[in-house]
């Protein structure tokens, strides 16, 4: 296999490589969560290893702490500790590569110093039990986001992909969002629903983030966010991290993954029959049988360039101060062409043939989000006091 960095002009290779590249979500948790996965060694699957983040000129990722929200209770709190402690060791047993950062001036430091960022998010509201002090606890452990909801309503937050039972956020869901603030925890919008998403904008002091999310302007996913919620996003100095996930990308895969509802019954069913309850084994082996499917005719194929449209579309409604990367590595399945981190070299030698200022595409890489982390940290400054 090329290299794909390779294959990427000299001055694109100049530009990306002396940027500070960051990747606002990705799912690789459940693979250290694996015994015997090591981090440290170059993989034939999966998207994200260290040499492969080398490749790809990574400098920041946040590893991503997830259980499906059928998890509850001091169940998820639990698990959560496991990950959290996971990522942890990860980085422990990794320093010559990986630093656990917090800030956007460790970030910054990280980089100057050629190592790669670690930080973390945490993927669903129902993780914290609905108490304020677990999710102190987690800021505590280094969690500088947390997505309000998965794909499941939790106990005060509406998703984009259940049924309303909220109307957005309860009172102690605004609780959560005014404590996020106070903890600098970006407020992730990202699976919610679009009420959830304005009731979180109107409440949050400081701007907020989607972390893994893509336009449905062109592709019509609930997931994904409409024109007007990227507007009032960016209105208040928000970021959209563009996910590459091929059903929230294509509205022709979208198409086809609602009118074959037995494909996908047939896939979930040999899913199961390969990996039973392993989530890591579910998302590997899921990958496998989709691009099987693809193969086969069954589904469209959907090519990485469609990341590149739907950043410029982003861009072109609320400009490239507002818009970022947040792959879905390790947790979805990735169009041809952009399957590992390896391969990210080739979005910016994308931005730099359409045209984009290099300072625009630094900002896209990565500067947007240390943008909004700082005024997040400031945020959290004023408010130190508050009650
Ligand atoms: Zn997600």
Known sequence: MSKPSDEISPRAKKLHFSSIVID??????QRLLAPGFDIGVRHTD????IPRMREGGLGAIFFSIWM?????????VKRSLDQFDAVREM??????????CTTATEIRRAHADGKIAVLIGVE?????????????SYAALGARYMTLTHYLNDEWADSSTDKPAHNGLTDFGKEVVREMNRQGMMVDISHVSDKTFYDALAISQAPIIASHSSCRALCDHPRDMTDDMIKALASKGGVIHINYYMGFLSQEYRDAMKSNSELDKQMQAEIEKRCGKN???QLREGDNLVREAVAAGKLPRVEWEAIIQHIDHAVKLVGADHVGLG???DGANMPYGMEDVSMIPKITDALLKKGYSEADIRKILGENTLRVM????ATAKSLAQSK
Request: charged share 30%.
């Open 24 to 29: 606002t979500h990705d799912d690789t948790t």
């Open 46 to 49: 999966g998207s994200i290893d």
């Open 68 to 76: 499906s929200g059928t998890v509850t209770g001091p169940e998820a």
């Open 91 to 100: 980085v422990r047993t990794h320093a010559k590569d990986l630093v656990l």
């Open 124 to 136: 669903g509201g129902h993780m914290i039990d609905s108490d304020l002090a677990v999710l102190r």
């Open 279 to 281: 989530e890591d084994c």
């Open 327 to 329: 792959s879905d590595f």
């Open 374 to 377: 700082e005024q997040v940290e």
